[in-house]
């Protein structure tokens, strides 16, 4: 294996995992519209960096946690769901970030390529923000798992129990708009859903259990990103639209397997 190679392999097998991981925490929060909020916040915040001469990281996760920080308070002060309040952010961060490319002179491929993902974007020293990504929410998941669990399943009883439910519901909110950003450059703002959601939900169908939905939606979504980058390279195919194919047919193939357990249970 070339250092090419291991470096493509990191980044599927850290970067899979940290959206796995975020997926499964949107998912339980039902929240699965924020990681595609989440990603278009960034990818603005990518394009922005470019007129205004900032890293683009640093600026796009700027961009992404700003827009997570204003979902809970908007919706708490209007009395909107709060997938209506990101339906409005997604749709303004979206006009910006086009606004910016169509106004950008001369490096208007390179921002194309992050919103659909280029693998020669990704270097060493980017795995390390992907297997942070990966680790933070883990380690938060697993020091405060009766508290984590409370939250993400009803953050009104969470509170009423004495938990401090509006940090730890910020804080996961902040893990994932850190995956979703460091993830950008690989499979693009405009796929990055997919490899968010579709694990995380593949995940529910075949396990049960806390723990062993969350270890399946980490696993998934390391094979979802390897698969993509696999049938990327071989067939010369987009990172980003590879990745959305293959997650897709894990989630296909997971819900074909629950559905046939489920109806060879009701046949006995």
Not at 2 to 13: D, F, N, S, V, Y
Not at 167 to 187: E, K, P, Q, R, S
Request: aromatic share 8%; glycine share 10%.
């Amino acid at each position: 294996m070339t250092a090419l190679e291991l470096k493509w392999l990191l980044t599927g097998l850290l970067g899979g995992a940290g959206c796995g991981l975020a997926g499964f925490i949107l998912v339980s929060m039902n929240l699965p519209f924020m990681g595609i909020c989440l990603a278009h916040a960034a990818l603005a915040g990518a394009v922005l960096s470019y007129f205004i001469g900032t890293p683009i990281l640093a600026t796009a996760l700027v961009a992404s946690l700003t827009t997570a920080a204003l979902i809970g308070p908007m919706a708490d002060k209007t009395r909107t769901h709060a997938n209506t309040v990101m339906s409005v952010l997604f749709s303004l961060t979206l006009g910006l970030a086009f606004l910016g490319i169509g106004l950008l002179q001369h490096q208007r491929t390179d921002v194309l390529s992050l919103m659909w993902g280029n693998l020669l974007l990704v270097r060493w020293v980017d795995l390390w923000p992907l297997g942070i990504a990966a680790l933070l929410p883990l380690l938060l998941l697993s020091l405060l798992g009766k508290e984590t669990k409370a939250v993400l399943f009803d953050r009104d009883i969470a509170r009423a129990s004495g938990i401090h439910a509006t940090a730890i519901y910020y804080a996961m909110i902040a893990f994932c708009g850190f995956t979703v950003t460091v993830n950008l450059n690989v499979v693009g703002g405009l796929m990055l859903y997919s490899l968010l959601i579709n694990p995380a939900v593949a995940a529910l169908q075949l396990a049960k259990g806390y723990k062993s939905v969350v270890a399946l939606s980490m696993a998934l979504g390391a094979l979802a990103a390897l698969g993509g980058l696999t049938v990327s390279l071989v067939l010369d195919w987009p990172a980003g639209a590879s990745i959305v194919l293959v997650s897709s047919l894990i989630y296909a193939l997971s819900l074909g397997f629950s559905t046939a357990r489920t109806a060879y249970a009701e046949s006995r």
